[in-house]
């Protein structure tokens, strides 16, 4: 091939001009598809029940389930993330790779179908962090409303809808893709590949969670009232809930299939894209967490997937799924949804351990402690993690003899977890401990899970569960294990991988001032619920007996200033990604390979092709390589 | 190691532990417990709390002692000790563990068997939610809205649904269920001193949730049993009042004559004007019509929330008791 012919087949493809413009991928192509495909949303379901004649023509919740489907894909459609594979289906020739898709020039890049692993990451951290803020105003506000007993802003139908979206927002729209979007930026990094496996499919799995996101808004504010039976949406309420209910069940779809989509990219990835001599046993832990993150989300995903589906049927066609008047079988949905909700937490908190792995032993200067014991509790999590599902429902009224061995997996669960901080803790023994913010937060994450984890189990026995089940015992221990555990993993990541991700650095001294205000308003607010919730407050009521009245008051308060803690981290990252100082290659000195090449990285990440010749964590041994450039090996040439 | 460190260590997780034990003790961190089945279940919650204290001082100690001890000079650039591991270690902090989650599961399944045990005659109470009440009905076939029980007597509760799932609890009971469309659930609870206790909702359950309150009054064995043959005569009032609270129509309508407070539907305080207003009929049609045929008219700045399952839930007689007490009471 000649100098001149590579030149022609990486020029980015010629711009289109006049009316063509209207037929290239963007926004522009979006403006007409859209409406497009919503018209044919609304004229074929007309156009079916007019021929069968089925009155009424126009059927409100039939509409909109069809709507969710067709308007969204118009959206993507005209976005072009179908554009590869509708050209190769068809036989069609495809385009000449170009990679005008690749790398991020100005803003605009992030606005559009981007195969690049490094931008896809950032556009799935920054989208997720606006999620994050958006659910937490939700949660101010209904903490406004508890701050007294009696109704005083809101009444119960927009409560419940607070509270439902403010837990369905956190965690299908925050915690689990902010961890698809960290492992998404530092994953092909580490394994020293060019990107991800599947850079379309990437591409395509970003672009379907702002869909799912702004269903979830839309809900809230659906004529009729948004869905309010929980993020739970237990049927049989959920399945007699005014119109909003549709565009949650919707919603959770699009946002399941988007975690599908990027667990499937990051199996193939981690299996088939390792460099030269990065065997399974030199992976570095956060790898590993989201190998195993990655076969929970593909095994365990399509369940809630069907749950969603059942109802939305008992809603829109009548069938009895869920209805025990047709003969339906009521718990039958709460088995599907815990089979997916429960290794959700799972979903929802390996990533965070791979990430506290990585920052510990940086930060400590030492190996991490028993690496392959960390690897393996990864994986007794998840096979256990299948097999706890009913501890959900100890009250439920299910199969009594049940209760007694899902209690013993329950907490069985606790000895895997159990390996994984005494590990961490005897990492950090006699290391040289550097307490930058992503420290702090992986040790503000440390003492918060052992709490959430101790509270887990008193929640595994069962006697105990029945007493504290659906009390705010329950909201305590959430937060203890999701907002301390897996929140407090997000922020360390952000922090430590904030360097590479924007090539600067952010304020250490607003870093710091964040992780305070944050764990002190956490704890403030959360701790009082394990009091309430034992003592007799029941959750997801927007009022309550006089005699909680003074601890809901101290607890809204205190959430306030949790609130407000997230504007210093907001301040910090906005001014310090716009004026940060420049960032160096490998700030942290650490061993594993995205820090051997610049901040940020090259669009290709590795000029070279790494080779790697031992383990990630050989702190404080002397003379020890994770991998090394230019290897007398003969690098693979990239395919094009 | 040396011997000062682990003194040291030492020293922190029993200050750790007294810290944690002053917390767990001082706090009264659960009701007085009214049932046999509450005693018990405390027993589970205070042997897996000395268990987890232990556990939470020995983390405590480790991290503060590892956050003061080895915390890097700012310019200190050297690298910690290369240990990779220490299998005995390892086992260790995978034994005990294992250990003691084993002992309370063995704990909780004991515990969880005895508060299963009705004994030979216990005293049957369907337990029945609705959309947003309790009814308690004995068999003697009389129901009521509130929950009376004997003191020492295995009470057997039988709890359905007749329309969305509820759950039945009274944290002074402890025991907890709930109640499933369809299905039958069995709860028992052992009363061991009188009172009255709050029974609530703790399943969400749609708009009036909040206010799915009700109580259990616990008499003694021979006041309960006076009780039961006089037919609930505690429970006194208007006829209509029975009605009222046991379909749960304070959980959304404010009325004053039955104390009630609920903000999701119209204030029936207010029925005589609301009558005037919609225009349709007498207020006795007015308000029977409301109650059987809701969406007939709706309040202006409401929604057609109220369930429709009024009409073939309360029998004619109970609804002309209804109707009567709510017309009367009406300004």
């Known amino acids: 091939m000649t100098v001149h012919e590579v030149q022609h087949e990486h020029a980015p493809a010629p711009r289109a001009t006049g009316l063509r413009r209207l037929l290239v991928p963007g926004w522009l192509r979006i403006f007409w598809v859209t409406p497009l495909f919503f018209g044919l949303g609304l004229g074929l379901p007309v156009l079916i029940r007019w021929l069968a004649h089925w009155d009424p023509v126009w059927k409100g919740s039939v509409l909109v389930s069809v709507e969710l489907v067709t308007t969204p894909l118009g959206f993507l459609v005209g976005l072009g993330g179908f554009d590869y594979w509708v050209r190769y289906a068809s036989g069609r020739p495809t385009l000449p790779e170009d990679h005008s898709g690749h790398g991020a020039h100005s803003w605009r890049d992030y606005f559009r179908i981007n195969t690049d692993h490094k931008v896809i990451g950032i556009q799935y951290v920054v989208t997720t962090i606006f999620f994050f803020c958006v659910g937490g105003l939700l949660a101010m506000l209904f903490r406004a409303e508890l701050a007294q007993p009696g109704d005083q802003f809101f009444n119960p139908q927009t409560f419940n809808v607070l509270v439902s979206n403010h837990a369905a927002l956190m965690i299908f729209l925050f915690i689990i893709p902010a961890f698809a979007g960290l492992g998404n930026y530092v994953i092909p990094l580490m394994l020293g590949a060019a990107d991800m496996a599947f850079p379309r499919l990437n591409a395509l799995s970003f672009w379907l969670l702002p869909i799912a996101g702004l269903m979830l808004i839309v809900g809230m504010v659906t004529p009729g009232g948004g869905p309010s039976a929980g993020w739970t949406c237990y049927a049989p309420l959920c399945s007699h809930q005014p119109l909003g209910q549709v565009f949650f069940n919707m919603g959770v779809q699009w946002a399941g299939a988007s975690s599908i989509m990027t667990a499937l990219n990051f199996l193939v990835t981690i299996i088939t894209m390792r460099a030269p001599g990065m065997t399974f046993w030199r992976m570095p832990l956060l790898v590993w967490a989201n190998f195993t993150t990655s076969l929970l989300v593909v095994i365990a995903t399509p369940f809630i997937a069907g749950s969603q589906f059942f109802v939305m049927l008992d809603r829109v066609l009548h069938t009895n799924f869920f209805e025990a008047g047709g003969g339906g079988y009521v718990l039958g949905y709460q088995h599907i949804f815990w089979f997916y909700s429960h290794p959700a937490v799972y979903i929802m908190m390996l990533p965070g351990f791979g990430i506290i792995s990585e920052v510990i032993s940086v930060m400590s200067r030492k190996p991490i402690f028993g690496y392959r014991l960390m690897a393996l509790s990864l994986m007794a999590i998840l096979v256990l993690g299948f097999s706890v599902w009913a501890h959900h429902m100890f009250v439920a009224g299910m199969a009594g003899w049940l209760r007694v061995p899902m209690m013993v997996t329950s907490m069985v669960i606790a000895v895997p977890t159990g390996i994984k901080i005494f590990s961490w803790l005897a990492t950090m023994w006699e290391g040289r401990i550097h307490f930058t913010t992503p420290m702090l937060f992986a040790l503000g994450f440390l003492s918060m899970f052992v709490i959430g984890g101790l509270s887990g189990i008193y929640l595994a026995s069962v006697p105990i569960d029945i007493h504290a089940s659906d009390t705010y015992f329950i909201v305590a221990h959430i937060h203890y294990v999701l907002f301390g555990g897996s929140v407090f993993t997000i922020f360390a990541g952000i922090y430590y991988w904030f360097p590479k991700m924007t090539g600067r650095m952010y304020d250490e001294r607003l870093g710091k001032l964040h992780f305070w205000l944050t764990f002190i308003g956490f704890n403030l607010t959360f701790f009082p619920m394990h009091f309430i919730g034992l003592q007799g407050m029941p959750r997801r009521v927007a009022d309550y007996a006089d005699r909680f009245a003074d601890v809901n008051l101290f607890i809204s308060i205190a959430s306030f200033g949790l609130g407000a803690s997230t504007l210093v981290f907001l301040f910090n990252m906005v001014r310090s990604w716009a004026h940060g100082a420049p960032a160096p290659g490998n700030p942290w000195r650490a061993l594993t390979l995205e820090w051997q090449v610049s901040s940020p990285p090259p669009v290709f990440n590795f000029d070279e092709i790494p080779q790697v010749v031992g383990n990630p964590y050989e702190y404080g041994v002397p003379g020890a390589k994770h991998a090394i450039f230019g290897a007398p090996t003969p690098a693979p040439v990239p395919a094009d | ?331």
């Open chain 2, 1 to 331: 190691m040396r011997r000062g460190s682990v003194l040291q260590l030492l020293g922190i997780a029993v200050l750790a532990a007294a810290i944690a034990s002053l917390f767990a003790i001082f706090i009264g961190w659960l009701p007085d417990p009214a049932s046999e089945e509450a005693k018990r279940i405390h027993f589970v919650y205070w042997f897996t709390t000395v268990i987890c204290i232990a556990v939470f001082s020995v983390v405590a100690a480790v991290l503060a002692y590892s956050v003061v001890k080895f915390r890097a000079g700012p310019d200190d650039d050297s690298d910690g000790p290369p240990i990779h591991g220490h299998t005995k270690l390892e086992i260790v902090w995978t034994a005990i563990p294992a250990v003691l989650v084993t002992a309370i599961s063995i704990v909780s399944a004991i515990v969880l068997a005895q508060n299963g045990k009705a004994g030979a005659n216990p005293l049957v109470v369907k337990v029945t939610a609705v959309q947003f009440a309790w009814r308690f009905t004995y068999p003697n076939g009389k129901s009521f809205g509130v929950l009376t029980l004997p003191k020492g007597r295995h009470v057997k509760l039988d709890i359905t649904s007749n329309d969305v799932i509820h759950s039945f609890w009274s944290p002074e009971l402890s025991q907890k269920q709930d109640a499933v469309p369809g299905q039958h659930n069995m709860l028992v609870v052992t009363p061991s001193r009188t009172g009255t206790f709050p029974v609530i909702c703790t399943e969400l359950c749609g708009l009036g949730h909040a206010l799915m309150r009700s109580h259990v009054t616990v008499m003694t064995a021979g006041g309960f049993d006076t009780w039961l043959k006089s037919g609930g005569r505690a429970g006194g009032g208007a006829p209509g009042l029975a009605v009222f609270q046991q379909n749960g129509c304070g959980g959304c309508h404010t009325f004053k004559p039955a104390n009630a407070t609920g903000k999701v539907g119209p204030d029936l305080d207010n029925l005589k004007e609301e009558a005037a207003k919609a225009n349709r009929g007498p207020l006795d049609k007015f308000v029977e019509e409301s109650i059987v045929k809701p969406e007939a008219y709706i309040a202006p700045g409401y929604t057609d929330a109220m369930p429709h399952i009024f009409g073939s839930q309360i029998p004619p007689d109970k609804l002309k008791q209804l109707v009567q007490y709510l017309s009367r009471g009406a300004k």
